[in-house]
């Protein structure tokens, strides 16, 4: 049954989970009006999709993180600290199927949101982790792997950051010492909507789209601008998790 969404746009709290935030009005004021492109600081992990090319030149998901869990706040503080944009389409329908539970196990019995939040916090969190840690102090010397090899990224990629990232693309976190909050409320899990990632390479232009309903459908383009011509590639896969 289709149900219509709010006007949101992704972020999170300092105990890394993600969370919906209601856009102002004031940022829906543009020529285009509520139907505009909204910047958006981060993105569900189900709902998301990227050029391939893209994808992996910006280091594809941490293979150090396990099962579940972070790697979509991870990847959303990557493409925009490392010169990606991402965007929410207000007017898109995109459908997710959840199951009633997970029909996998975690290696160990470990709590794998727990272990790959701290990868990314040591990786793209910069002195800020700080704040997760006010929140989870007991974690401050738990276990969380090698990650030389995704700090090198970030290097390579001459990324910006965590200070830019919140300066520039979440003003609306708060800073207030151990008791940290956010000024938009929390939502529930909309329905109605796809992401956009892109960037400017040269001269062109690269977009990614997903939309879904009952399957998900893949469509990845590279859109003409400066006079070069582009290519279209469309794939579909079911759309479960």
């Known amino acids: 049954m289709y149900s219509s969404s709010p006007i949101v746009c992704g972020g999170f709290n300092w105990d890394l989970h993600f969370k919906w935030d209601l856009v102002p009005f004031s940022k829906l004021g543009g020529p285009e009006g509520a139907i505009a492109p909204i910047k958006s600081p981060a993105m569900a992990g189900g709902l998301f999709a990227m050029n391939r090319h893209y994808f992996n030149e ?3 998901y941490d293979s150090g993180m396990d099962i579940w869990g ?16 991402l965007f929410i389409i207000p007017c898109s329908r995109v459908g997710h199927i959840f199951r009633k539970r997970r029909p996998y196990g975690s290696p160990e019995g470990q709590d794998t949101m727990t272990h790959n939040s701290l990868r990314m916090a040591h990786v ?6 700080e704040q997760y840690f006010s929140l989870r102090p007991e974690l401050k010397l738990k276990s969380y792997g090698n990650i030389s090899e995704r700090v090198e990224l970030r290097k390579k990629l001459g990324c910006k950051s965590f200070k830019w990232y ?7 976190m708060q800073l207030s010492g151990p008791n940290l909050q956010m000024v938009n409320s929390t939502l529930i899990f909309p329905r109605t909507f796809y992401f956009l990632v892109f960037r400017v390479w040269d001269t062109l232009l ?3 789209l997903v939309r879904s309903f009952s399957r998900a459908v893949f469509l990845q383009k590279e859109v003409s601008v400066g006079g070069k011509e582009g290519t279209e590639i469309l794939g579909k896969r079911n759309s479960q998790r």
């Open 206 to 208: 690269w977009v990614s």
């Open 58 to 60: 910006l280091g594809q």
């Open 70 to 85: 972070g790697e979509n706040l991870e990847i959303s503080f990557r493409i925009w600290m490392c010169g990606g944009k």
């Open 124 to 129: 793209w969190l910069d002195e800020y982790k």
């Open 166 to 172: 919140l300066d520039n693309i979440y003003p609306e």
